[in-house]
């Protein structure tokens, strides 16, 4: 007889940096896949850093398809292999000058996962050199590890892509692709990096030479520069001011008339740094694109996605599907029940029951959630004559002056000595 099984597709958090592409070996390597114990790739046997592991396929898709059908699109590079457009995270690798390293010590070189993509390498390095030690993205440290972590914290996949959410009616589909087409072509953008004292030509370049700037060349010579208006800028984030020779950055949605520290450019709900400088402008604020999300939609807090559907729940301070406000436990719904909050999370009152509710200092019972009881210090009674009663004469304590001793109950000083000596 042949046992029909039901297999069940599940989420595996995969290894970092498997399936990544050897820098060294190209096609002759599978795909990095470690070894089940030397810490090297089981295909090539190389290392983990000799892999192209800036991040993760499937991360810089998501990256890739959050910015197709925008202007953004030279961010991204169409694959030719399966038509799917992906992210290309600009790498770099330095040599660091001379002094930094020892004399007889090996050159050392630094590889930042992503840099601003901008022409001039030491202005990008600048920029990465102003963020916080702990967040700038260099392989091989918790600030690489703390882009990871945004990268999928701030654009969550399925905040922009239907098929990633779970089950939704063609009806939500279509208010999905609505919103989504609404943020890219209202908020969504890439942070530029550039001096200050740049500003200027690409506000020329934007506004076009106009006849009102005829006037200045007179002063021109004085200006000691290039004879440019020097404007003084400051921080839009922290209100400081904007070194002249130090990278700033701008934001086009925002306008040109702004700049940010590199390490100010954050999302004003999380105050995170912006993922990749990818940002989602809104009345003048800056936002990560799931506190964008958030600032237009109510977010399930069982599942993450944001509610496209009219009929949702409201509980606890969340939000929550109809179908997705479930015990924490054992998955019920809860819908119309009565629920307990156990550490944040909903659960069913025979699941409270079973594994949270306190237990009667007298009968050893948990206490129904919903039942009358009496708490003091770290003992509860069901507050019922034959639980809150005297441990010496039995007489009902409920609404009478009591002593608590050792989880015990008295009426009196007499009653105590009779049960503890
Ligand atoms: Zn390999
Ligand atoms: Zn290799
Ligand atoms: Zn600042
Ligand atoms: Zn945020
Ligand atoms: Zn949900
Ligand atoms: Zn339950
Ligand atoms: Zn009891
Ligand atoms: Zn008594």
């Given at each position: 007889m042949e046992i029909e099984k039901e297999v069940k597709k599940m989420a595996l958090g995969h290894e970092f940096g498997a399936g990544a592409a050897c820098l060294k070996c190209k096609d002759k390597c599978e795909g990095f896949e470690l070894h089940f114990w030397r810490k090297i790739c089981r295909n090539c046997k190389c290392g983990l850093t000799e892999h192209n592991v800036q991040m993760d396929t499937e991360e810089n898709k998501k990256v890739g398809k959050l910015f197709e059908d925008t202007k953004y699109t030279g961010l991204i590079a169409k694959l030719k292999k399966d038509g799917i457009p992906?992210?290309?995270?600009?790498?770099?690798?330095?040599?660091?000058?001379?002094?930094?390293?020892?004399?007889?010590?090996?050159?050392?070189?630094?590889?930042?996962?992503?840099?601003?993509?901008?022409?001039?390498?030491?202005?990008?390095?600048?920029?990465?050199?102003?963020?916080?030690?702990?967040?700038?993205?260099?392989?091989g440290t918790e600030g690489a590890v703390y882009r990871r972590q945004q990268m999928a914290r701030q654009l969550p996949e399925h905040d922009q892509d239907p098929s990633k959410c779970h089950e939704l009616s063609p009806a939500e589909v279509k208010k999905m692709q609505q919103f989504v087409r609404k943020y890219k072509e209202e908020a969504l953008g890439v942070g530029d990096v550039l001096l200050p004292e740049e500003m200027a030509l690409v506000q020329s370049a934007e506004f076009g030479p106009t006849g009102g700037a005829t006037g200045t060349t007179s002063t021109a010579g004085a200006m000691g520069g290039a004879g440019l208006p020097q404007q003084n800028y400051s921080c839009q984030h922290c209100g400081q001011p904007m070194r002249l020779g130090e990278p700033?950055?701008?934001?086009?949605?925002?306008?040109?008339?702004?700049?940010?520290?590199?390490?100010?450019?954050?999302?004003?709900?999380?105050?995170?740094?912006?993922?990749?400088?990818?940002?989602?402008?809104?009345?003048?604020?800056?936002?990560?694109?799931?506190?964008?999300?958030?600032?237009?939609?109510?977010?399930?807090?069982?599942?993450?996605?944001?509610?496209?559907?009219?009929?949702?729940?409201?509980?606890?301070?969340?939000?929550?599907?109809?179908?997705?406000?479930?015990?924490?436990?054992?998955?019920?719904?809860?819908?119309?029940?009565?629920?307990?909050m156990e550490n944040d999370k909903p659960v069913c009152t025979p699941c409270y029951m079973k594994s949270y509710a306190v237990k009667c200092s007298s009968c050893k019972n948990p206490v129904d959630p919903e039942a009358q009881r009496v708490s003091y210090g770290d003992h509860h009674w069901h507050a019922e004559p034959q639980c809150f009663q005297c441990s010496g004469c039995t007489k009902c304590l409920i609404g009478q002056r009591f002593m608590a001793v050792q989880g015990f109950l008295f009426c009196s000083v007499e009653c105590k000595k009779k049960v503890l000596p």
């Open positions: 992906s992210y290309n995270a600009n790498m770099i690798t330095i040599t660091l000058p001379a002094p930094a390293v020892p004399k007889g010590a090996p050159m050392k070189s630094v590889t930042y996962e992503w840099a601003p993509p901008v022409a001039n390498k030491h202005l990008a390095v600048r920029y990465i050199e102003l963020l916080p030690p702990e967040k700038r993205p260099v392989a700033a950055v701008y934001a086009e949605r925002a306008g040109y008339d702004k700049l940010w520290h590199p390490a100010c450019f954050v999302c004003c709900t999380c105050k995170e740094l912006l993922v990749d400088m990818i940002y989602f402008w809104k009345k003048g604020k800056l936002y990560c694109g799931r506190h964008y999300g958030d600032s237009e939609k109510p977010r399930c807090a069982g599942c993450d996605e944001l509610i496209f559907c009219n009929e949702y729940t409201q509980a606890e301070g969340h939000n929550w599907h109809l179908k997705h406000f479930c015990c924490f436990d054992c998955d019920c719904i809860l819908a119309g029940e009565t629920y307990v």
